[in-house]
């Protein structure tokens, strides 16, 4: 028996649509014959699908684009709620507005996206994918807002499952670092995680968003390599050992000096260093 579905026909919403991410999903799910509507804040006149202007932090703008793209679609079999943005924000400073907009984008736009998708998800028996991070459960220095709201997302979708699963599969997919415009700002700001992580291809995470589509059966978690699949289960089961982990790979990157022109890192560096 096929273990998967076929793609062919299905009707798919994708958030972030003109972004790194969002490209190669819609990309990908179009040209394997699925039907794709995007929403982006700012669509680009070549995105490889039709994308609606939408600013999924606008609570009266989001209904009114879903409801677009579910008529556009004839009805709403896939959800891969993908918008997300990051930047510097260190746990040991207060939540400004930096962090309020990661927040915002990250956990609450995603929510308030899902939240107009539900009714047609819930008449197609369909399925939502978060794509959330690595960061959702191994957190990294300097980059506090992110992670929080990654792993915020991750508590939202497993409260999703519980009220929606009987009919809408609900699946986190865990990326690891991927070269792309989001950590921009956070290399301006000095705060570069270069060294920290190493940075896996974009076809991974397409191709386990489309796993976790067209699986017969909805995964609850996926991660997108072997080694992302070590880290997700060391920190899960072992988190203070990659807690030490982390640390000490942090101290290393602070003796490099790999900070010390960043304003924002510099208490890290004087506690790292004395």
Partial sequence: MNSRRDPRGMRVLVTGASGTFGRAVCTRFDRLGARVVGLDRAPRVNDPVEVLPCDITDETAVPAAVAEATHLLGGLDLLVNNAGVGGPAPAEFPPGAEARRQLDVNLLGTWRVTAAC??????????????????????????????????????????????????????????????????????????????MSRYEPLEGVVDAVLRAAISRRPYRDLTTTRRGAVEFFLARHLPALTDRIVARTLAGRVRSGAFQDADLAAGVVDRYSS
Wanted: charged share 15%.
């Fill in 118 to 195: 539900v009714e047609p998800l819930v008449a197609a028996r369909g399925r939502i994918v978060m794509l959330t991070s690595r960061m959702a459960v191994m957190q990294l220095p300097l980059a506090a807002a992110y992670g929080a709201s990654k792993r915020a997302l991750v508590a939202y979708a497993d409260a999703l499952r519980l009220e929606i699963g009987t009919h809408v599969g609900v699946t986190c997919v865990y990326p690891s670092a991927v070269r792309s415009p989001i950590h921009a700002s956070t290399a301006a700001a000095g705060l570069s995680l270069e060294g």
